[in-house]
């Protein structure tokens, strides 16, 4: 007969298990949610694009990344700036804050231009 230790440490298992593969299973493809992988397109307010929709959409994207790419380094290359600061044995308050405000202001910049992609793809997809 098993100890009531037992008992709780196997139905806690059970339980972990159920969680973890409801969890998975309502994260959808790409663990982005349901209508939101890859498998449903990226844009989940377009039921079935036609493809002349299809084509515009994708050429806008490249366009996105084209413009959102280089950013994006310049965002990664000020976090690794801005670590090295902080990793100074007494760091500068000043150039700290400076290049915080840099990283902010390109960090809205790419979300201003995220946005603006956004009603472009919304605006083809409704037509």
């Known amino acids: 007969m098993k100890s009531g230790r037992t008992k709780y440490a196997g139905v806690l298992v059970i339980a972990?298990?159920?969680v973890l593969s409801a969890s998975w299973a309502l994260a959808g493809p790409g663990g982005q949610g349901p209508g939101?992988?890859?498998a449903y397109g990226w844009?989940?307010?377009a039921a079935s694009p036609t493809p002349e929709q299809s084509e515009?959409?994708?050429v806008r994207q490249e366009a996105y990344l084209k413009e959102i790419t280089p950013l994006q380094s310049d965002l990664f290359s000020k976090r690794m700036e801005l670590r090295l600061l902080w990793s100074a044995a007494n760091p500068d308050q000043k150039?700290?804050?400076?290049k915080q405000r840099e990283i902010n202001e390109l960090q809205q910049?790419?979300?201003e231009i995220a946005t603006q992609h956004q009603f472009e793809?919304?605006?083809i997809l409704s037509e």
């Open 121 to 123: 793809i919304r605006k």
């Open 43 to 45: 844009y989940p307010y």
């Open 56 to 58: 515009e959409v994708r």
């Open 95 to 98: 150039k700290i804050m400076a």
């Open 36 to 38: 939101m992988g890859p």
């Open 109 to 111: 910049e790419i979300q």
């Open 16 to 18: 972990m298990a159920l």
